[in-house]
């Protein structure tokens, strides 16, 4: 970076320096000065640089659908929490989106989050909340009936988007992010199939649970390798599968996990009452073994949803729409405890208003510059 009249250029190893003790936006703010500025953003030193940072602690990452806008929260995601303390924590404002532009959300992947609006006429947005930036990425030609998930492959530290039609079972579309290049490939399908959930990604697999073009074949769970683009099927019992829409992937202590909240109404004369969850892990993924557990917890008196599993096997749940009052809850498998904590700042996003709350565990804010 040189300065005005004949004074030295700056050394790129004092500006290193500088941006290592700013915040992730201000580096993102920096980035927009200059082409030169930009390209120190995506340059290797500064790469090496923020490697050698201490991972911060993960958080929990909040999405509030609003009637005009996205907003982004986080706040502290504690480890088990106190079993004798009522804890009340507040949330930090990362960012909003305009709602326009971003219809639905597909969820946490490595730092960023991805609206893939395959239902509107809207492009997909990938958005890093940690620096506040957002990107439009292109869409395949095609937009009827389309699945679109997202995949990051940690060795070779890309993102990839992957889209399927339900009007051509047979075959995929990727596009590689970050190369330049808005071409997409296309590979073939070693299974036709439709995926019918959200997708995770975990160690640079992205799994997903799908059809057969066959309605009557049953649900079955994908394994899609980001790095190699190679798909298969894994052999899952029935029950995993069963009510896919019911059933949510997760991420168990970095293994591929199936969780399900089974209702009683007929106990508890309630639609929110959570009797027991049953949680399939894949212990042996060359074996293709599950373990399947099963909890029971207390009577909730407002409406949740499990959001996923800490790196340290605690089940999260959360409320799904903004109130007064707004509780996540913490249930600890091993001691059977469940903690409920209140968080602060999301009955602000729309006074008056009832709105959609997205909930993600183990947000950790990330230095990557879209």
């Known amino acids: 970076m040189e300065r005005e009249g004949n004074s030295d250029p700056i050394p790129i190893d004092i500006i290193l320096d500088i941006l290592s003790r700013l915040s992730n936006k201000s580096i993102a703010r920096f980035g927009l000065a200059s082409k030169f500025c930009a390209s120190i953003l995506r340059g290797q030193d500064l790469t090496k640089l923020f490697q050698t940072r201490p991972l911060t602690r993960p958080r929990l990452l909040f999405a509030v659908q609003n009637s005009d806008k996205w907003c982004l929260y986080s706040s502290p995601q504690l480890k088990n929490p106190d079993e004798n303390h009522s804890l009340v924590l507040s949330t930090d404002f990362h960012m909003q989106l305009p709602r326009d532009m971003c219809q639905e959300i597909f969820g946490l992947?490595?730092?960023?989050?991805?609206?893939?609006?395959?239902?509107?006429?809207?492009?997909?947005?990938?958005?890093?909340?940690?620096?506040?930036?957002?990107?439009?990425?292109?869409?395949?030609?095609?937009?009827?009936?389309?699945?679109?998930?997202?995949?990051?492959?940690?060795?070779?530290?890309?993102?990839?988007?992957?889209?399927?039609?339900?009007?051509?079972?047979?075959?995929?579309?990727?596009?590689?992010?970050?190369?330049?290049?808005?071409?997409?490939?296309?590979?073939?399908?070693?299974?036709?199939?439709?995926?019918?959930?959200?997708?995770?990604?975990?160690?640079?697999?992205?799994?997903?649970m799908a059809r057969h073009h066959d309605q009557f074949s049953g649900v079955k769970i994908a394994s899609f390798n980001v790095r190699y683009e190679t798909l298969k099927f894994l052999n899952a019992d029935h029950d995993i599968t069963l009510c896919s829409s019911l059933a949510k992937l997760i991420n168990y202590k970095g293994k591929l996990g199936v969780l399900r909240c089974y209702w009683d109404n007929q106990i508890y004369k309630k639609p929110w009452a959570v009797v027991k969850l049953c949680l399939w892990v894949l212990e042996d993924a060359e074996k293709e073994e599950w373990l399947k557990r099963e909890y029971t917890l207390p009577v909730f008196k407002c409406y949740v949803s499990v959001v996923g599993v800490t790196a340290t096997g605690e089940i999260i749940l959360s409320m799904d729409y903004t109130s007064k009052s707004f509780f996540v809850y913490y249930f600890n498998p091993e001691t059977n405890t469940l903690e409920r904590v209140g968080i602060l700042g999301l009955e602000g996003s729309e006074k008056n208003l009832s709105n959609r709350v997205y909930t993600f565990v183990d947000y950790a804010e990330d230095f990557k510059f879209i």
């Open 109 to 208: 992947v490595s730092g960023l989050l991805y609206f893939p609006n395959t239902r509107t006429d809207k492009v997909p947005v990938i958005c890093n909340p940690s620096t506040g930036q957002y990107a439009r990425l292109t869409q395949w030609t095609s937009k009827s009936n389309l699945s679109s998930l997202l995949g990051y492959d940690p060795i070779g530290k890309q993102y990839k988007v992957l889209t399927t039609s339900n009007s051509y079972f047979n075959s995929q579309n990727i596009q590689t992010l970050g190369t330049g290049k808005v071409a997409w490939r296309t590979i073939q399908c070693v299974v036709d199939h439709y995926p019918v959930s959200e997708g995770i990604c975990i160690n640079g697999v992205l799994y997903y």
